[in-house]
DNA sequence: AGCCTATACATAGATAATCTATATATCACG
DNA sequence: CGTGATATATAGATTATCTATGTATAGGCT
């Protein structure tokens, strides 16, 4: 990370998951999303962005495909697979495994 | 990352600080204590332990001193410093400001 | 005596995830 | 006609983690 990262390293793959739960969206709604949803707090740059859609496609989790927006611009929008979904179940969970013992140390050291 | 990392990225210098805030520790003892304290789940490696710590040092949170343990081996002991103190808080806020951030995007997603 | 496990520190090199910077292109607005 | 927002993408730098390896000693077991 070049200095202070605008996100928690490790977890940009699942928030991009998450997002396509509802509905697919292209990645500069998805940076969009994750920005608005966290209040300002997180942000997506582009050069971490693209390639992890590169990678979420790669494994399956997610599927591309070109088209038209509202506003008549070309864009690739993402929706996740039914892998995708699965491996969002399995990150939450890890996730929250990894929160709850970081909040131990905390809490007990 | 190698596979699947034993820690969340970017948490290690907090934990570390954090287990230093009762007493001094040697590098061994701090891992121990995180293993202990998280109940198994976060596991820090020796090649992240100590150039960390070596990290650390040169940001002046911690200072170090040899000394002999309980069992008369010879160790380095890991003191926070106040400016360490100082950090703790700073990476504390810091974190809870991105966890919270990342729990309003999975729960508005 | 010899062996193994746990304790204790340290470094080299691989891997991966993020960032910064750059490039392209189009639309809407002033 | 320029600027800002929308939209995608890649190259290269930085950094944090991991795996693997090496050294050394204490204590217990056979």
Known sequence: MANKPD???GTLDMLILKTLTRAPLHGYGIA???KQLSDEVL???EGSLYPALQ???LQG???AEWKMTETNRRARYYTL???GRKQLGIELSEFEQ???AISR???NA
């Open 7 to 9: 996100l928690l390293p």
């Open 32 to 34: 969009q999303a994750i």
């Open 43 to 45: 942000t997506v740059e």
């Open 55 to 57: 990678r979420l496609l």
């Open 61 to 63: 989790w997610v599927k």
């Open 81 to 83: 697979t039914s892998a």
């Open 98 to 100: 990894m929160i709850a």
């Open 105 to 107: 140390v905390l809490q």
